[in-house]
């Protein structure tokens, strides 16, 4: 009876004990690694006709978009210094990690080594052209010096501004993103690339900055 008790009071406590090693949340991190989940404030964001995923942090706001292209995973990247001190940015840090069905991991690829990508169109302005045209929000804001402002000519000037505003941040997001040291309240953007696994089903994009880890985590198609 003594030995049938023992047994029992054994499997009670084996059981007990993975009862609780199951239970344990496997989404344990360490302090210094911050998740995009929902509960974390992490949001969504369409910018440039691509959704983001977006953590924001009294020192940073990192936006991410993932998507394949050619041999690569492609992450859009965009950082933003909330704090009031400098950082130095380094992609080559960059990451992602898979997860299902087999884990492994994506190493980052110097825009050098990238072969077989279409170059986005050039911005620049045409060589030769020395004089810039006036631009319509240039004579509303001399007519709002000399007399009483023109609405429609301020509505269409700010209109006009915030274009050209979004088409040069759209222009940096489109080229590749370097390492640099990012100033106090400045954004930097780019696209990295990395290795690709065509069976990847769940990855993280694991992007170290300044001695946090921001974690995206991401189910390909």
């Known amino acids: 009876m003594s030995l049938l008790r023992n047994l029992c009071f054994l499997t009670a406590v084996c059981s007990a004990t993975f009862s609780f090693a199951s239970s344990v949340d496997k989404s344990i991190l360490p302090d210094n690694i911050v998740v995009c989940e929902?509960?974390?404030?992490?949001?969504?964001k369409t910018l440039f006709g691509r959704t983001y995923k977006v953590i924001t942090t009294p020192r940073f706001t990192v936006m991410v978009s993932v998507s394949r292209e050619g041999v690569y995973t492609r992450a859009d990247v965009s950082i933003t210094n909330n704090s009031g001190s400098p950082f130095s940015l380094t992609p080559d840090d960059f990451r992602v990690e898979v997860?299902?069905?087999?884990?492994?991991?994506?190493?980052?690829?110097?825009?050098?080594d990238l072969k077989d990508l279409v170059p986005s169109p050039s911005l620049e302005a045409a060589p030769g052209n020395a004089s810039q045209p006036t631009l319509p929000h240039q004579d509303a804001e001399a007519k709002f010096a000399t007399q009483t402002p023109d609405i429609d000519a301020l509505y269409t000037a700010a209109k006009q501004k915030a274009a050209e505003q979004e088409k040069t941040e759209k222009a940096a997001a489109d080229k590749p993103l370097l390492a640099a040291s990012i100033a106090p309240n400045e954004v930097t953007r780019g696209r990295v690339y990395f290795e690709r696994d065509k069976k990847a089903q769940l990855v993280n994009v694991m992007l170290p900055i300044a001695g946090l880890v921001f974690q995206f985590p991401y189910a390909l198609k």
């Open 99 to 112: 997860v299902t069905p087999k884990p492994k991991v994506l190493l980052f690829v110097p825009a050098a």
């Open 38 to 44: 929902s509960n974390a404030g992490c949001v969504n």
